[in-house]
């Protein structure tokens, strides 16, 4: 399966682009940046709140649902979409990451991943084919190929045997991925070194995935790096194909990955950072637990239009937020989701109209003050 | 003040009645049940789920909003209803109940209550005036009166005095109340003792309340016995003003209430036992966490046509609860509420349409199968 990816335009200015992805799901605006509902769910939020913050895509866990409730019982329920009633499109990681970061015990080798589940130690197997399984039982719209993440810092030679390693199974989950209208995205590794992302990205070309991620970034390095990293790398990367960096949802990292060609991001930041009571304005950041804000009647964000700054003040989140009210952690995650959608959808606006570096200019100067 | 209460119909089956009571902030049919806001949030809900399923009024705790984040600070917002975004009715109960069950280190005497906080450990003191002093900066619709509510069992010394207590409280607030729109019904008490409930209905009647709560029920005695105070005190209380049956929301002794002339109900019941993982089905209760349900994609109740039951299945919504996921219980909660909500309704249609013998008889058929 292949998926059609349309360049509406290419920015005069940087390296951003303007485009639409269509899925059996529907089409999706790019650049985009996609809610994770790691579980099966945005975590607080039902899917017509997500709908009505515009949210166009969002993002689900493989390691995560293999686990719980299983990927089997998600096919018997009609596959994702039905299960969690979201009929728009999905993406699935390929449960790479996770292994790698949450699963506990694990042992690698060129077959695949051994690892205890962090939620009762039982022992599994992931493997690229299993990877391909899972995700197509699902049934997302977009599946990722199963790959190594190397973690950071890393050594040279470590990096370098991930990133072949990736390419090997990246093969292998092209080979054995079979699905009426489900397709796979590459990812391409390679770590903070330029020269192995630039072979990883090489590499993959030449598999033609119908879309590319770029993972292992984002995962504790220095911001200043990633965007060198993408520099160097980005010009290697087939552009007449969707690009999708892969953990990354600051505000001024989407802005900074838009700049250099980026057209899809997906973080659990806006939603996590929520459920600590902080929020992202326009201004920057705001912990809204802090005592300031006790008689704040104002809205989180006098610049947000969403339905928690149309309806409650700070003052009220604050109160939630200490006394563990649902709705507390609820409002803080609607409202930055909404901040998140609203400003890619401010950059696509910015790039149609060839006022990136203006737009980025002034975002940096309210972002910062 | 006083408030206007219209007794539409009185059924010629049995005690229950049809009413509709006029606030300053709309209107409310009864019988009614409230779902209960206690932090100044009805738990895991938006105000405007709470409308689109139909609640007409909500009750809010006095204790709890006086402790966090202070009725001082609520005023300053402009009120119970501007600081949470609820411009329909709401009944704050007076803290009587709350310092009795939560509070700890409690010294009672004429004056009034000293105990120390839930939550920090301070030491405060509720007297009927300080009880009335918050509510009205509360700003709620309705206030009820300070009270001393007996638990269950009690001897029949300390529920006389408990009674007698309330009665001069009654007294106190009645004289310092002095509110725009807000009205304080009084609470009648008396444990299970039909004499004393009998002298409390008289006293408290003699003082001219526009409404009275039946305090001190649904405490830990059998239902039964609840069922046979109610059958004795209820010629006693006034007719022509709405009369409350606190702390009761059982599907079952919401009918039995109706039956036996109560036009008011409020219980955190539906949305606690929603936090557990069960619900109320017109099949009687049902506990979704349980493993029989992990592969049953049916809704949690095929009658009901909430958010929850249009959308999703018992098999996610199982899957939301064992995953800890707040949607989980954000569907189960919308779900009970939509649940008693709708029960109220019918009992409204029932008694309307003179046939509410007949729908307790159906009730109970389909409730115990």
């Known amino acids: 399966m292949t998926i059609k990816f349309e360049l509406l335009k290419k920015s005069k200015e940087s390296q951003a682009r303007l485009g639409r992805l269509y899925t059996s799901h529907g089409e999706i605006e790019t650049p985009i940046f996609m809610p994770v509902g790691t579980q099966a769910t945005v975590k607080t939020m039902s899917p017509r709140e997500l709908k009505e913050i515009g949210s166009q895509i969002i993002l689900s866990n493989t390691y995560h649902l293999y686990l ?76 990722m190929a199963f ?103 600051s505000p001024d990292c989407l802005v900074e990955g838009v700049l250099r060609g980026i057209d899809m991001f997906d973080c659990v930041l806006p939603t996590r950072i929520a459920r600590n009571g902080t929020v992202m304005t326009s201004r920057g950041k705001l912990v809204i637990r ?19 700054c149309k309806n409650f003040s700070r003052a009220y989140i604050r109160h939630l937020l200490k006394a563990d009210e649902v709705l507390g952690i ?21 790039i149609k109209n060839d006022r990136l570096i203006d737009f980025t200019k002034n975002f940096y100067e309210k972002y910062n003050s």
Not at 89 to 117: C, H, Y
Not at 290 to 308: G, H, K, L, M, V
Request: charged share 25%.
């Open 147 to 249: 790959d190594e993440c190397a973690p950071y810092p890393c050594s040279y030679e470590e990096t370098r045997k991930a990133m072949e390693r990736t390419t090997r199974w990246a093969e292998r989950c092209l080979e054995f991925h079979n699905h009426p209208y489900q397709v796979v995205f590459g990812i391409i590794q390679g770590g903070t070194y330029k020269d192995l992302r630039i072979q990883s990205s090489k590499e993959l070309s030449s598999l033609d995935f119908p879309g590319y991620g770029i993972g292992g970034l984002s995962v504790g390095e220095p911001k200043s790096l990633m965007y060198e990293i993408l520099d160097e790398m980005m010009p290697y990367v087939p552009d007449n194909k969707p690009r999708y960096l892969m953990g990354v949802g």
């Open 68 to 143: 719980r409730p299983g990927h089997e019982l998600v096919k018997e329920a009609g596959g994702l979409h039905s299960f969690m009633n979201w009929n728009l499109p999905i993406l699935t990681d390929s449960g790479g990451f996770q292994v790698f970061s949450l699963a506990k015990l694990r042992e690698i080798n060129d077959n695949g991943v051994t690892f205890r589940s962090h939620i009762d130690g039982s022992k599994h197997v992931f493997t690229p084919e299993k990877s391909m399984e899972i995700q197509m039982a699902l049934g997302s719209d977009i599946a």
């Open 330 to 350: 609820r409002l803080t995650t609607i409202h930055n989701l909404s901040y998140l959608i609203n400003l890619m959808k401010d950059i696509r606006e910015a």
């Open 290 to 308: 802090n005592a300031q804000y006790a008689r704040d009647f104002s809205p989180i964000d006098p610049e947000c239009d969403c339905y928690a």
